[in-house]
């Protein structure tokens, strides 16, 4: 299954995004950012299930938790 | 051996706290931030958890709970980390070496001033009165200390705190005396940073501390840079606290030790052990007054206005032979100036210092009847 990464800047924000999304009853996972050109290197990112994105940035931009980037992802 | 030098640090820690830093040797022993393997993330959680345990009590927010090595480390970080050249500082006459050798260092480098506010004990419109004067034009901060680590005085900080909004002054909190010992909301105190050790009141193993930060202004200048784990193909420091300000790697087993003991202060709750301290310490002070030969310096210490710290003298001997005399009777305290020159010549104890006792959580009203007693007969000359 598909799931969109989102990037944050740092394991703390990773760490207070899934706490965040988690009380609001979305499904997360913390994982590593994968490293990309343009990018600053060594980030974390959470997953979210495909179609619960918006609601998820949605919940990270009122709390000012900046999101750096998206991508998809295969679960497994 | 009957411990009474928690202003040192707290002894015994709680068994929650040993037994977590046993089980973090195992369970969060791997590098929290760099990797993305499942002992890593719950490493990472982990980390977490303790600053949302701190966050918690303090009134901040998570993000801005930053680990330091010790409260020294910590108010290094923000005086030096705010302070802009040709600046001012004005601390207060009760400041441990950790708040005065900064500024001397930053006088001597020729990058800021200093002004030593007096103190009056029982006095806080006096006491405002002196910062109020000391502030210059360049003044950029003011530090202040929560609780005087000899005598145990609390200054009026939020008055202070106050007076550094009004004049656009950076507020500097030193709680290493308060942090878990009294309650403590940085939002309410209107300190921009509150710095405290992890070791003493709020029972962690030595080589924690926290540096609490108000909000994102003022940005501190950094005073180590390194690796964060993140945004690592820039060679500057990340801007945003905590990784500014935690360049390698935390001390994670520690972490996990001062979790539990956050959480400890948290189920105890820090009104209830201030209450409870000092009944101790007014016992102490009810006891020592009555022996002839005792001096102490200020009046009966009460909650609100003290921490839990008191300190003596003995007329019939110096401090460190009155300290050593009681320690090889099974009492541990401290003795001398207690890294508070400052402090010490307040109270016009510069040659002589004092005889400090400090209990702590774990210490009853039957300790210190039993210590009471042995100052008698030592200040009588008894065995």
């Avoid at chain 2, 015994?12 to 760099?34: D, H, Q």
């Avoid at chain 2, 890593?40 to 927010?61: D, H, K, N």
């Avoid at chain 2, 900064?102 to 910062?131: C, H, I, S």
Wanted: with cysteine; hydrophobic share 45%; charged share 20%.
């Amino acid at each position: 299954m598909e799931r969109v990464r989102l990037t944050l800047s740092s394991v703390t924000y990773a760490m207070k995004a899934q706490k965040l999304l988690e009380r609001n009853g979305l499904h997360t996972s913390v994982q590593k950012a994968p490293l990309s050109p343009g990018s600053k290197g060594c980030g974390y990112a959470l997953t979210v299930r495909m179609g619960e994105e918006r609601a998820a940035k949605n919940l990270l931009a009122r709390a000012g938790i900046r999101v750096l980037g998206e991508g998809r992802v295969q679960d497994g | 051996m009957i411990y009474l030098d928690n202003a040192a640090t707290s002894f015994p820690k709680p068994s929650a706290v040993r037994e977590a830093v046993a089980r973090a040797m195992t369970l969060y022993s791997a590098n929290p931030g760099r990797s993305g393997h499942p002992l890593a993330v719950s490493t990472a959680e982990m980390v977490y958890r303790c600053r949302e345990a701190a966050a918690g009590l303090f009134g901040a927010e998570p993000e801005r709970v930053v680990f330091t090595l010790n409260c020294t480390h910590a108010l290094n970080l923000a005086i030096k980390g705010a302070m802009p050249q040709g600046g001012h500082l004005i601390l207060s006459d009760l400041e441990h070496n950790a708040v005065f050798r900064p500024a001397y260092a930053m006088r001597a480098a020729g990058w800021a001033d200093y002004t030593v506010a007096r103190v009056t004990l029982g006095d806080d419109d006096a006491t405002v009165a002196a910062f109020r004067r000391a502030i210059r034009p360049n003044t950029a901060m003011i530090v202040c200390t929560m609780a005087s680590n000899v005598v145990g005085y609390r200054p009026p900080v939020e008055r202070l705190a106050a007076l550094a909004r009004q004049h656009g002054l950076i507020f500097v909190a030193d709680a290493a005396q308060a942090a878990g010992t009294m309650p403590i909301d940085i939002g309410r105190l209107g300190a921009d940073f509150l710095c405290m050790p992890g070791h003493k009141g709020l029972y962690g193993p030595t080589g924690t501390g926290l540096l609490i930060a108000a909000s994102d202004r003022p940005p501190l200048h950094t005073l180590c840079e390194g690796g964060t784990g993140s945004r690592s193909a820039d060679p500057a420091m990340p801007e945003e606290l905590p990784d500014r300000l935690e360049s390698g790697t935390v001390n994670t087993v520690g972490i996990a030790g001062l979790l539990a003991g956050i959480q400890f202060v948290r189920r105890k709750t820090p009104e209830a052990l201030w209450q409870a301290e000092m009944r101790l310490v007014g016992m102490l002070y009810d006891g020592l007054s009555r022996i002839p030969g005792v001096r102490l310096y200020t009046p009966r210490p009460a909650v609100g206005r003290y921490a839990p710290v008191l300190s003596f003298n003995l007329r019939r001997m110096g401090s460190e032979q009155a300290a050593a005399a009681l320690a090889a009777r099974g009492f541990a305290l401290r003795a001398g100036l207690h890294c508070a020159p400052l402090a010490h010549r307040h109270f016009d104890t510069l040659d002589g210092g004092m005889v400090r006792v400090s209990p702590g959580a774990f210490n009853t009203p039957g300790e210190i009847e039993r210590f009471v007693f042995a100052v008698r007969r030592l200040a009588m000359g008894k065995n």
